[in-house]
């Protein structure tokens, strides 16, 4: 039998999945720390703990996760996510409340993203100006893009509302730690797998 935890800041007291879900609300970010080699090159490329991003939505009764990945901007199941993603995932929720009105045009931006594809090129050419120190444009505007990497969509997410979650760092230059160190978001756990024997 397998089930989720979700670990709040106090480790040593881990949650069922099922009774913490109804505390994450549409907009939360989700920032994935991955051990597969990929991600171990990612980490190692953007000098980050963090491999990927994405944002919560509640859609009916199932809570879904909106994420820029390989195959494009798609929405996926948060169970199912959990359960086929090597490492752990941390939940962050906005340090201040939002009001639903910018939680929903958040999701509604989101939603119109949905089908574009994935900026690899772009997600690589960030990796390389981290890497080598190089200066990356510091304006933040909020512009429709044909292709997206993780971070750059989650950073889109809140700006179409007026939150920009990294002040001096423009969105499409936005890593997933940058997204951990917003002073406007706070972790609130950690969501793992966990398998009974």
Not at 97 to 122: C, D, H, N, T
Not at 149 to 169: E, F, H, R
Request: proline share 3%.
């Amino acid at each position: 039998m397998e089930g989720i935890l979700v670990r709040g800041l106090d480790l040593s007291n881990p949650q069922n999945y099922s009774d913490i879900r109804l505390q994450i609300k549409d907009g939360d970010v989700l920032l994935y720390e991955g051990y597969t080699l990929p991600s171990r090159v990612i980490r190692w490329a953007t000098r980050s703990r963090y491999t990927h991003a994405g944002v919560a939505v509640w859609w009916n009764d199932r809570l879904m996760v909106l994420e820029a990945v390989g195959r494009g901007v798609s929405v996926t199941p948060l169970s199912a996510n959990l359960r086929h993603y090597h490492g752990h995932v941390q939940w962050f929720t906005t340090r201040k409340p939002v009001s639903q009105a910018k939680r929903r045009g958040m999701i509604q931006f989101a939603q119109q993203e949905l089908g574009k594809g994935y900026a690899l090129w772009k997600s690589i050419v960030l990796g390389f100006f981290i890497l080598f120190h190089r200066g990356v444009d510091t304006r933040d505007r909020l512009r429709r893009e044909n292709k997206l990497y993780c971070s750059w969509y989650v950073a889109q997410i809140y700006n179409a509302v007026g939150l920009d979650l990294k002040k001096g760092v423009s969105d499409r230059f936005m890593t997933p730690e940058d997204i951990a160190r917003s002073p406007l978001l706070v972790r609130r756990g950690v969501l793992k797998m966990h398998r009974d024997k």
